[in-house]
């Protein structure tokens, strides 16, 4: 009886192990179909990537982070740069993504990579109207050679476990109902 119970459950248990990815690749294939427009360069992962463990300076020279220091809600991080005219172009997007949906779910991370003056930050923001988005710094570009960042603007998605799980090279409409369904479904995905 008790080796029937124990098969019993070993057979439970690997059901469930082999039912949950698939849980998983169902809902992203479902979330990566809601890419329409600019939205459709958006690259969702068949495997969570790791990002980079080094640091970066927190805006207004306060301290460092890193990117581990956000786990536990979906992270939009864009590697842009002052320079950057496509940056510059989709910056007040993500303002109304954060607008919409930063909490403690899901917040825009803003990383400015390479030579970019906190000074020279501040007028950008100033220049676009962005007050609701951090100011960010990878000088040295550790975070985004870390994380294979060849040109601007690369946007990635985290998930709360701080592994990215789709990746953008150059800009998009941020703020199109496409990436609002895109943001808002990935929001309602289990925690786990």
């Known amino acids: 009886m008790r080796l029937l119970h124990s098969l019993t459950l070993y057979i439970a248990l690997s059901l469930s192990a082999i039912a949950a990815p698939t849980l998983v690749l169902g809902d992203m ?14 690259q969702f992962h068949s495997e969570p990537k790791p990002v980079s463990q080094a640091s970066f300076l927190l805006e207004d020279g306060t301290g460092e982070a890193t990117l581990g220091d956000y786990k536990g809600k979906y992270i939009l991080l864009n590697f842009w740069a002052t320079w950057c005219p496509p940056c510059r172009k989709e910056m007040p997007y993500f303002s109304e993504l954060q607008a919409s949906f930063g909490g403690d779910n899901f917040e825009v991370l803003t990383l400015a990579t390479g030579r970019n003056s906190p000074s020279g930050i501040v007028e950008f923001f100033d220049s676009v109207g962005i007050t609701n988005l951090p100011r960010h710094r990878d000088p040295k ?9 060849l040109g601007l603007p690369v946007t990635v998605i985290l998930n709360p476990q701080g592994v990215e799980i789709a990746r953008m090279h150059g800009d998009a409409e941020w703020n199109s109902e496409s990436a609002r369904a895109i943001i808002s479904a990935l929001m309602k995905l289990p925690a786990s």
């Open 29 to 42: 294939a479902d979330i990566a179909a809601l890419r329409e427009g600019s939205m459709k360069k958006l």
């Open 141 to 149: 570009q550790t975070v985004a050679r870390d994380m294979a960042v």
